[in-house]
């Protein structure tokens, strides 16, 4: 069971991680909620493994969202994601005008764009992720978008 869950681990470490930063905006928080949620993986992992990789991502999301809550009614809100966007281009300006934009958002938007555009899931996974409907999903994906391009809308000319 150990070798199983170390190639579990592995194979979501990343995903979790990201999400963590893209809810919290603090690295070492992110690192907290990470280890936690991946704590409480291995004491349900009988069950998990189970479980599609789909459904894996799912289960690790969710729980992640609830040790996040936690978190927060433990602590005063934290500034939200202002560490650079890993998939931008280089040049440093854009990745921080992306992550103040990314700020703007609502928790939820900020976890749909992070799932689709970094973490490449489609609508039916995110929607099982943030227990949505993918035509929710769809539709909240493309309002996020759509703040997203006005603030970053001086890139647009460049």
């Known amino acids: ?29 992110a690192d907290d909620l990470t280890q ?5 993986a291995w004491r349900h992992f009988a069950a998990l493994q189970t479980r599609d990789d789909s459904g894996q991502r799912a289960w690790l999301l969710t729980a992640l969202r609830h040790r996040a809550i936690e978190s927060w009614r433990q602590r005063k809100p934290l500034e939200p994601l202002v560490e650079t966007v890993a998939a931008a281009p280089d040049d440093p300006t854009l990745r921080v005008d992306i992550a103040r934009a990314l700020t703007r ?15 490449q899931c489609d609508a039916t996974e995110i929607g099982a992720i943030l ?8 539709r909240r994906l493309h309002e996020a978008r759509v703040r997203l391009e006005a603030a970053l809308e001086s890139w647009s000319t460049r």
């Open 36 to 40: 936690e949620t991946m704590l409480s």
């Open 105 to 119: 958002l609502s928790d939820t938007d900020r976890e749909l764009i992070v799932l689709r555009y970094f973490e």
């Open 1 to 29: 069971m150990q070798e199983s869950f170390n190639r579990f681990y592995q194979r979501h470490l990343g995903l979790v991680r990201a999400m963590a930063l893209a809810r919290t905006g603090d690295g070492a928080l």
């Open 131 to 138: 227990s949505l409907p993918p035509g929710t999903v769809r």
